[in-house]
């Protein structure tokens, strides 16, 4: 099996080999590759010749890589996150369990060595590699790191324009309308993790020091802490603009509504806003119009 891993597996000859493709429908996936830039495995199964499920166990067979079915493993959201989300998606990789001899790790291309190399180097263990199919990793990885990495940094990047702007927050807000400003990216992101996860509530709640985030998922709240309290402020005056709300009304609560596309989704919000000891907190019910 040595040897095995250490040269280059040319996908389109062994499916050759085992007869589930011929010369003509290879043809025109490797012209389909040169065209997309795409593997040519990938290729081959876009373009409808051999399964994904099939080229993956055929792949486990020769390399004697375990073929990982992921909606029946039981995963460990913990152990996931050992590796960092920016990680994580530039190898598409996912750790799936602490074996003896390593770390198991599901890859969509568990024959990159310079991947498999890598991950060694950043884990400081053994990496043993497990095909796993493409679309199921990525699910799974949005649903355990949810854009949290994104929404923290987003939110970073507000708060420094916030720190070095002399304009009132009121009037930085009311001018972002275009999807490159930092509150309206935030606000998108935050959206894209709720709908997402299925989210019926969205509280944001401010604090003397923070600012805390509820989603309510399956009537339980699952939150997110950013340190950035000012924050807070510039995301309260933007949803009261998308609301029709009187952004410059502080002291009494204010209920509105407004209507967003989200992952292919129309999302009709319900805001009702209230008055507390460091600011405004906000809570958001959303209404997925899409069904009908």
């Given at each position: 099996m040595e040897a095995r891993l250490r040269r280059k597996v040319r996908v389109g000859d062994l499916l050759l080999e085992k007869q589930l493709i011929d010369q003509k429908q290879l043809q025109m996936a490797l012209v389909e590759q040169k065209r997309t830039g795409k593997k040519l495995g990938k290729a081959i199964t876009d373009l409808g010749f051999v399964s994904e499920v099939k080229l993956l166990s055929i792949l486990s067979d020769y390399f004697g890589y375990?073929?990982?079915?992921?909606?029946?493993?039981?995963?460990?959201?913990?152990?996931?996150?050992?590796?960092?989300?920016?990680?994580?998606?530039?190898?598409?990789?996912?750790?799936?369990?602490?074996?003896?001899?390593?770390?198991?790790?599901?890859?969509?291309?568990?024959?990159?060595?310079?991947?498999?190399?890598?991950?060694?180097?950043?884990?400081?263990?053994?990496?043993?590699?497990?095909?796993?199919?493409?679309?199921?990793?990525?699910?799974?990885?949005?649903n355990v790191y949810r854009r949290q990495e994104q929404m923290a940094s987003i939110a970073g990047e507000l708060a420094g324009e916030l720190q070095s702007s002399d304009f009132d927050i009121n009037a930085i807000v009311s001018a972002s309308d275009t999807s490159e400003a930092p509150v309206v990216r935030l606000l998108q992101s935050l959206f894209e993790d709720a709908v997402q996860v299925k989210a019926s509530d969205v509280h944001i709640e401010p604090e003397e020091n923070q600012l805390r985030i509820r989603l309510r998922v399956d009537g339980e709240l699952q939150e997110q802490v950013m340190k950035e309290k000012r924050v807070a402020s510039a995301l309260v005056s933007r949803l009261k603009i998308m609301s029709g709300l009187d952004i410059s009304e502080k002291r009494l609560p204010q209920d509105g509504r407004f209507n967003i596309r989200v992952r292919n989704k129309n999302i009709d919000v319900r805001l009702s806003t209230m008055p507390v000891q460091f600011g405004e907190s906000v809570v958001m019910r959303l209404l997925d119009q899409s069904g009908g």
């Open positions: 375990p073929f990982i079915d992921l909606s029946r493993f039981r995963l460990d959201t913990a152990l996931i996150q050992q590796l960092p989300e920016t990680q994580a998606r530039r190898y598409r990789c996912l750790l799936l369990s602490e074996e003896q001899t390593g770390i198991m790790v599901g890859m969509a291309d568990p024959t990159d060595l310079m991947v498999i190399d890598d991950l060694q180097r950043i884990l400081k263990r053994p990496v043993l590699p497990a095909f796993v199919q493409e679309d199921d990793l990525l699910s799974i990885l949005d």
